[in-house]
């Protein structure tokens, strides 16, 4: 299979690859991707300063610019994915793998870090995933935790992932995980989901549940669903992201990112 | 003295301080001011994610908004630092005490986290800072390092401060920062000033020489200066910006910036 990075963006350039990009060229860094027009941007670059550990900013691209600087060496945004989706005013329209028709020089793309990063972190440090072992897409909630809100995008609740993990194992996940601020950083919040208003956390907003055994506390991860939740309530008039887990894979390795 | 942020700025306020914030409202975090148009904020916003070692922004204002509304509560940008300086087209024009009359809702305030954080980091540990010791300000050299540029503000020179500490301080001094990437985080060198294009560690570009005592190594930070140097060449018509060491004092405490 893949090994590097720039072998899953030539794939996707050349419509090889149209799949999901979890678990393809093991140790490079993946990122979702969000595109909006240059009059949009501003805010939304505000909103990711505000708001770091839901929407940690790896790269940001200058306006109409579609070749990365950055997490790649001239990767190409419009092809280089395997898929994306389209939004208008908010509302999704369509799933493309290849945007190079509906690009305009006042796009502004967004590479913003991602869950995948710093769950090879956990894994090599020896501990299990419970949504890996299960094969099921990792479960996520919307919490009462704000995020605030930057010119047309609103104060909106931040959005979190959810990984069941022993008392050791989650003080383990949070000492490293703390030291990986760019990919969501420390844990927002352990124990009852209760607290951060979440009333049942066996029917997560998105994803799949897992099962919690005994003994094991869920732990909670600011989630990169969060601005695009709060971008479908400001309902740019069109907004390009990533199809979920169908990520940017960079030539940067995911260790280079650990202060 | 001045206990809280708030006295700090309340004084300013009121006319009865104008003078450098250094040592005032112990363990209160202080913040470097950057004024710009709205028309410039993008390029300065950008610039600032592109480099956050010496760009850490702490806050950014909506456009036209003068109160902040997180590193304090409802400080007024216009009036509570002691001075401010005033730049036309890249040349400083004058320095004032209050800019409520200069100020316009197309502007945009920028906080950016400053040395005087950590080093009160430094000193709890037990590290001497020499330039505190000798009373003098702090060394500051312009380096070979090149920070990424965006959109008018060019590829520029990172500007770095030095301290000078022995080997032991220097990794100790490493360990501290490094967790704290909000004001300036790790080093960027230790060691020979060649290597990143400093000629002779004796004559600082700014600030003034300190003493290196035998077995001590100088330390290198990203310095704040950085993005001001980088403003000098792009020239925007107008930018206002705190005056040397007369810094924004806020609410918020140092060691929350701890990661």
Redesign the interface.
Known sequence: MFKTGKEVRMACRGGRWQKPTSGLAFGYVQANLVILD?DW??DF??FT??NPKPCP?LE?G??GAYKT??LANEADIRTDLPKYRIYEDGVLKEELDDISNLWSDNYVFFLLGCSFSFEQSLSEAGIELRHITENVNVPVYVTNIKC?G??RFPDCPMVVSMRPLSTDNARKAAEIT??L?SVH??PVHMGNPAEIGISDIDIPDFGERVTIKEGEIPVFWACGVTPQKAAMVAKPPLMITHAPGHMFVGDRKNNEYQ?
Do not use: T
Request: glycine share 10%.
């Open positions: 240059k941007a501003w670059l505000v300063q505000r900013v940001v200058d306006i600087r950055f605030a930057a010119g703390k030291k601020p950083g420390a202060i």
